[in-house]
């Protein structure tokens, strides 16, 4: 088996932020609140023009342009998402007509906030069939959009954001050491949205009752995340044969600065070898790992050699973990 390899980074970030200072005057809340139960001070917001193709392309051609490639060198578009331009065509269909890239390959897949850990996985698979060269891997999400900003125990949770990975063959040691993936649809009805699929079509009724937007079962998800979280960082260092000692750097799904702090301590990981973004970006659901994998490359953090373990759950419910030598 070839080892794959993240050769590029990027991250698109909308301009506007929502501070916690702004959302006391929209509902019933507070700055303290907030960053007592969850860490965030600030989120960024998208305008009623940009959807999550547009946030993807930023992010992709600076994950293109840091691998040294043009979007002519992609072989495969993966996009994980659950705010979509459309239901169809996908999103990752119209990030290759903005990219200019050629007529390859491009498909959505939805894991929620795991869906960049599963896309890794996908694009290590394709990497060794053999066909590919290098896969532009994306995680997107619009989530202001599906939120409903008149709920205080959701609107203060999520933000928008976009980061992508180009993930090609390693010709050295550095590169995907190994990967866990899990699921339990059993869980699902904790994190979703009732109405806009087959199930329940859109109608007046629908739109009324307000079953377009996010619906979750704090509490419930909380448990569901710290034992996922755990589990599937205890696994992907299993696979690797590798010791907790063994990490250099932590990048968790910023869902709960909580969670964060339980599954650091677990590992035996002081707050400085944790990259956090929580704070300043909020929950971007499928964005908030690769995003904040973007800023710590780029800001010098991570540096070549530097074991780095991935770890998310999402809606699904899913979980996963990636372990890479940078």
Known sequence: ????????????????????????????????????????????????????SDLATVASLQAIESAGLTPQDIDLILVGTVTPDTLFPSTACLLQHKLGARQVPAYDFSAGCTGFIYGLVMAESFLNYGSYQHILVVGVESLSK????????????????????VVGKS????GILSTYLGADGSLGNLLYIPAGGSRLP???RTLDQRQHYLKMEGNEVFKAAVNAMKMSAMQALKKA????????????????????DFLAKMLKLPREKVIVT???????SAASIPTALAMAVQDGRIKPGHNVLMVAFGAGFTWGSVLVRW
Do not use: Y
């Not at 599906?146 to 990975?165: H, K, M, N, P, Q």
């Open 241 to 260: 044969k590798m010791s907790k000692e063994d990490v250099d750097w932590l990048i968790p799904h910023q869902a709960n600065i909580r969670i964060i």
């Open 171 to 174: 010709e050295d040691a550095s």
């Open 146 to 165: 599906i939120t409903d900003w008149e709920d205080r125990s959701t609107c203060v949770l999520f933000g928008d954001a976009a980061g992508a990975v």
């Open 1 to 52: 088996m070839v080892r794959s390899k993240i050769l590029g980074v990027g991250m698109g970030i909308p301009e506007r932020v929502l501070t916690n200072f702004d959302l006391e005057k929209m509902v019933d809340t507070s700055d303290e609140w907030i960053v007592q139960r969850t860490g965030i001070r600030e989120r960024r917001i998208s305008d009623t023009q940009t959807a999550s």
């Open 278 to 284: 929580i704070d300043k970006l909020g929950n971007t």
């Open 202 to 204: 859109a109608t007046q």
